[in-house]
């Protein structure tokens, strides 16, 4: 067994240039390692039939259709149930970092587990903020009238938005005063909570972030670099030999393919602790790191886990109910 193949993935690798500011549309796409979301401000369908511009006649998880990323910015704020209040830059494709996990958890069906980085420079800014929002927070529940008033132009806003938004003029009162103190009176309990376990999850995120890349049904991995600037982390390129075979034989993660969009795709093939070193030295914010579960869309990341899966139990293969179920497993 220890001298068994490792498997080869039959597919290219997929791989997309910086498009607009549509870095999170790439690299969902470079975790799957296929052109699964699209951008078409021309077309009024969520789910579309693969390189076309025409409603789907199959839902969202048949190989043959794609996500429209520019509509599905419209139902952000539906498909969070309200709770998600940023959206998207509707004209040039920019995307809220917690779109992604909506996308991939409501639309896609996979599992996703969020982790932050830590640094200095951080503790230094929430405590600033929450400093700056305390006497804030005083002065909007002792004179209502302070509450600031936003310029938002109407021209571009979907029209969901709008509705749920009260959105009926140039300008309007993003918050009622009871709505305004619950957000401050919510976001400075984030800050001092953030503050007070700093240290403790400054020394141990490190140790956290190995525990999720070393997972064996580990897909990829979506990094915020900060903004709203997005890289992937991929486990299943053929350039980059993501998997070895130990001395027992059985297939372990070699290394990941850390791919950006911008300057025309930069790709770099790196161990864990290398990668690791990297997302710190480019102030990563926050990873996604996504799985797949019963039910979910069978990319074509997904299908070389299961090619990896399958060389783990000799090479014999399993059914898809089977597959899934020790997915789930070694997810726990």
């Known amino acids: 067994m220890s001298g068994a193949a490792v498997p080869e993935f039959a597919n290219n690798n997929h791989y997309e240039k910086q498009e607009l500011l549509l870095c999170g549309k790439h690299a969902i796409n470079h975790v799957l390692q296929e052109n699964k979301i699209v951008w078409n401000t021309d077309n009024d369908f969520l789910i579309l039939e693969k390189g076309e511009d025409k409603l789907a006649t199959n839902n969202v998880l048949h190989s043959n259709t794609q996500i429209n990323l520019s509509k599905f910015c419209q139902f952000m704020l539906l498909l969070s149930n309200g709770v ?3 959206t998207c830059d509707s004209s040039r494709g920019n995307i809220p ?3 992604i996990s909506l996308l991939l958890k409501k639309m896609l ?3 996703t587990v969020t982790k932050r980085l830590y640094y200095d420079e951080q503790l230094v800014e929430m405590k600033k903020r929450r400093d700056k929002l305390i006497p ?3 002065r909007y529940r002792e004179n209502p009238l302070s509450i600031p008033q936003f310029e938002i132009p109407r021209d571009g806003i979907p029209q969901v938005i709008k509705t749920q938004m009260n959105i009926t003029g140039k300008t309007y009162n993003k918050f009622k005063q009871d709505e305004l103190i619950e957000s401050l009176t919510n976001e400075i309990t984030t800050l001092t909570s953030f503050i007070e376990n700093f240290a403790l999850n400054k020394a141990t995120f490190e140790s956290e972030f190995k525990i999720e890349f070393n997972k064996p049904n580990l897909l990829g991995a979506i990094v915020n670099l900060g903004g709203w600037h997005y890289v992937a982390v991929s486990k299943f390129v053929k350039e980059c030999k ?3 075979r130990d001395a027992t034989g059985r297939l372990v993660s070699e290394s990941f393919m850390y791919i950006d969009s911008m300057g025309g795709v930069t790709k770099n093939c790196l161990k864990l602790d290398a990668l690791i070193e990297l997302l710190k030295t480019n102030h990563a914010q926050s990873v996604v790191f996504v799985y797949p579960q019963a039910g979910c ?3 074509v990341a997904n299908k070389r886990l299961q090619l990896i899966l399958n060389a783990q139990n000799g090479g014999k293969q399993t059914s898809r ?5 020790k997915t789930r497993k070694m997810r726990r």
């Open 109 to 111: 069906n996979y599992e």
């Open 84 to 86: 998600f209040k940023e």
């Open 321 to 325: 109910r089977k597959q899934q179920r």
């Open 136 to 138: 804030d927070l005083k």
């Open 242 to 244: 993501t998997w070895k």
């Open 97 to 99: 970092f917690d779109s």
């Open 297 to 299: 869309y069978d990319s």
